[in-house]
Nanobody, 128 residues
Framework: EVQLVESGGGLVQAGGSLRLSCAASGIAFDDYGIGWFRRAPGKEREGISYINSKHSTTWYADSVKGRFTISSDNAANTVYLQMSSLKPEDTAVYFC?????????????????????WGQGTEVTVYS
């Protein structure tokens, strides 16, 4: 059974940092790309970051570029999202997801349909 489990969300003041983790099991980790998505209150789910270790590829949406960093620990089957300089508009439920596809389309804000497996999400609230 494939499982993705996010952790690390919480309440943080604007300007602060959080590190989210996505622990994967039941998949051959090296065969998948992992994306981070978020759904803010009243908004559509959007892709914000992606990593594919096999192809040494990372991607960031413009809204988080320069503030968020994605990384992977393949030995631990875990992907991290280091979030810095957080803003109130970063408030959302954050999800990680796995996809076997490797193309430009999985690295976009609207890529959700290309992902096969999803975690349950972790909530991030940024207050000013």
């Amino acid at each position: 059974e494939v499982q993705l489990v996010e952790s690390g969300g919480g309440l943080v003041q604007a300007g602060g940092s959080l590190r989210l983790s996505c622990a994967a099991s039941g998949i051959a980790f090296d065969d998948y790309g992992i994306g981070w998505f978020r759904r803010a209150p009243g908004k559509e789910r959007e892709g914000i970051s992606y990593i594919n270790s096999k192809h040494s590829t990372t991607w960031y949406a413009d809204s988080v570029k320069g503030r968020f960093t994605i990384s992977s620990d393949n030995a631990a089957n875990t992907v991290y999202l280091q979030m810095s300089s957080l803003k109130p508009e970063d408030t959302a439920v954050y999800f990680c997801a796995a996809t076997k596809f490797y193309n430009e389309y999985v690295m976009s804000r609207t890529a959700a349909l290309l992902y096969d497996h999803w975690g349950q999400g972790t909530e991030v609230t940024v207050y000013s």
